[in-house]
């Protein structure tokens, strides 16, 4: 099973004070040098090893694994051995977390040792280029929205990739979260979510996609856009938002209800207000999903 996206993960798991994640996810955060956290990740220094060569570092100026191998803690074939690794964006975002005096290092690898071991199934490049497109995402939505919308977003749009991956298959690339006002739709199914307020969902494509996507999501071959290319993607949708409103209630104890989903081909989607427009690139065309407060 596909698991969460570390900024999510944290949140949903209440690994970490939601409001530091937040602030964690308004930063860019881009591989780089290796983190010295990940000495302690892979079982090399305790806490009191990893303060004692940071401190030395940071008073010295010398590279801090340059201080683990003088210590006697690593020896060079160890060290070229993790900093050769690729480096995931989430090790750069733990780093930021003990570096905030947030958590210790020890406590950050049990945290990233249960948050890696839900990905044992997938291959790691394509974990690592999901996280860091999906980190992207999460950025850009703090940076558009607050409030109950930014907490609503956080936990729609990772689970929406798990089940694009699940559903319809992983040859697709996350495009940026935008803010729009008004829209007129193709191909769209729409659905109401409801709480204390409205969250219109919508899904969009063109004709051609649109076959491709209900072909791949029924498991059945489509070769013109109809009636049944559209419930199945009314099906999509309706499926992806079920499980939504149950991780909400179980994970947060927020209570959602839906509408029954609803073709809206060639409608507009919203006319006023301002909503959120994220683009996914499937190898087979460009799929359009919408979130609209109202």
Do not use: W
């Not at 570092?57 to 683990?68: E, M, N, R, T």
């Not at 930021?96 to 249960?114: C, F, N, W």
């Amino acid at each position: 099973m596909y698991s969460e996206f570390f900024g999510h993960y944290l949140l949903s798991h209440d690994k970490i004070d939601k409001d530091i994640v937040l602030e964690l996810l308004k930063h860019e955060f881009h591989p780089g040098q290796t983190p010295p956290f990940k000495a302690v990740y892979h079982g090399y220094l305790s806490n009191e090893e990893y303060v004692t060569c940071l401190n030395e570092a940071i008073d010295s100026g010398k590279p801090f694994y340059d201080l683990v191998i003088e210590h006697g803690y690593m020896d060079a074939e160890q060290v070229s051995e993790i900093t050769a690794e690729k480096e995931p964006v989430y090790m750069q975002f733990a780093q930021y977390l003990i570096d905030k005096g947030t958590v210790s290092p020890t406590e950050m690898s049990q945290i990233v040792a249960d948050y890696v071991s839900g990905f044992e199934l997938v291959d790691l490049d394509f974990i690592d280029e999901m996280n860091d497109a999906v980190d992207r995402i999460l950025h850009d939505v703090t940076m558009i929205t607050d409030g109950q919308d930014t907490m609503l977003l956080l936990d729609y749009y990772p689970l929406l990739f798990n089940d694009l991956i699940r559903y319809i298959g992983d040859d697709f690339t996350p495009l940026s979260v935008q803010a729009f006002t008004g829209y007129v739709s193709k191909i769209c199914a729409k659905q109401d979510i409801t709480s204390t307020n409205t969250l219109l969902t919508a899904i969009d494509m063109d004709e051609n996609t649109a076959i491709e996507f209900a072909t791949r999501f029924s498991s059945m071959e489509f070769t013109e856009c109809d009636e049944y290319v559209d419930a199945s993607l009314c099906d999509f949708l309706n499926q992806h938002n079920g499980l939504f409103a149950v991780n909400m209630a179980n994970e947060h104890d927020y209570h959602l209800s839906l509408a029954i989903p609803e073709s809206a081909n060639y409608d507009i989607v919203s006319d006023s207000g301002t909503g959120f427009l994220l683009s996914v690139s499937y190898s087979f065309g460009v799929v359009n999903f919408f979130l609209y407060p109202h």
